[in-house]
């Protein structure tokens, strides 16, 4: 088993309880009607953050993957998923986290809620391809520097990190991750009927706080010198579709994955005929991979954070912050005015 895994098994042992605090302060009373909290779980902390800004004082959260857990590494003790069967609402995202796929369907619980239907997941050929349309429709034009034969071969990378199934790192859209918050807000209504208003405010509040920052990546992102954005893995999908960025990922889909040789100098040949200056890491992978290619391209490294989870090395005390953190970093890397 490779260390990361090591540690997510060591890691999600321990469950992680919070009183909603993912957020500011928001409206509405200190508890359910009972005069208990709502007992909610959220899969990772893209949920933990939807569920802490609109439950606010009503609930208790807890968070099944750890900080510093890569979540698509996630391994849950029988304790864990004890918790799951006992929580008035289990809220995840079906296909990230196959060990807490697996814990939802063992817990018999039917208080659960799946987030995939209201985040309409885009397919990795949606998100995967963005970097080979770009090439053939707007750099290179007639004098393409990539032959169709390297284009074909980094399909066929694609394909091996499961080309054709969903990207599952919806959040990183903002204006997607309020069409989920406002689904989870709805459900919410639904478990603690008493709080449906407070839901349902708070649920605005945070779509107002999103559509901000879209506004700002949309405007940040507008004019920059390059459009072609490598990353050590294919989380960034979402980012790159809703603002014209063109996605190369190093290792595909899965961050476990280790680029072949063959593919490293795939990357670094188009980074070097892109004449790109900068490559992405992020804070759970290292940089190892980056390190390679600025040895081998004299290309700096900069990090983009999924925001999958929130340290004490993140960028920002919360998903706002960190995205924009990753803002500014692109405004650096790519030479945005």
Not at 274 to 292: F, H, Q, S
């Amino acid at each position: 088993m490779p260390f990361r895994s090591r540690l997510a098994a060591l890691t999600a042992l321990t469950i992680v309880p919070l009183t909603a605090c993912s957020g500011p302060a928001q409206t509405g009373t200190d508890a359910g009607d009972d005069g208990g909290q709502v007992q909610l779980v959220a899969s990772f902390y893209p949920v933990e953050y939807i569920l802490g800004r609109l439950a606010g004082d009503r609930a208790e959260i807890t968070t099944l993957t750890a900080a510093g857990v890569d979540p698509h590494d996630v391994e849950l003790s029988p304790r864990t998923v004890g918790t799951i069967g006992s929580a008035d609402l289990v809220v995840y995202a079906s296909g990230m986290q196959p060990a807490v796929d697996d814990a939802v369907a063992q817990s018999g619980s039917g208080t659960t809620f799946d987030v995939v239907p209201a985040a309409d997941l885009l397919a990795l050929r949606e998100t995967a391809e963005q970097h080979a349309e770009h090439s053939d429709d707007d750099q290179h034009g007639d004098d393409d520097q990539h032959s169709e034969d390297e284009h074909a071969d980094e399909e066929e990378s694609h394909d091996d990190h499961g080309h054709g199934a969903e990207d599952p790192h919806f959040w990183l859209d903002p204006v997607r991750y309020a069409d989920v918050a406002d689904a989870v807000a709805e459900e919410l209504a639904t478990v603690d009927p008493d709080g449906a208003q407070v839901y349902r405010a708070n649920a605005a509040a945070l779509r107002e706080d999103l559509e901000k920052l879209d506004g700002e990546l949309e405007a940040g992102l507008a004019d920059c010198t390059s459009r072609e954005v490598v990353t050590t893995h294919d989380a960034f999908g979402y980012l790159g579709h809703r603002y014209d960025l063109h996605l190369t990922g190093i290792s595909g889909i899965s961050p476990e994955s280790e680029p072949s040789p063959a593919r490293l100098a795939e990357v670094a040949a188009m980074v070097e005929a892109d004449g790109l200056t900068t490559v992405y890491t992020e804070p759970l992978l290292g940089d190892a991979i980056a390190r390679t290619l600025e040895v081998e391209t004299g290309v700096a490294v900069l990090t983009l954070d999924p925001v999958e989870g929130i340290t004490d090395a993140s960028a920002g005390q919360d998903y706002l912050a960190v995205m924009r953190a990753n803002l500014a970093a692109l405004r650096q890397g790519q030479g945005c005015s």
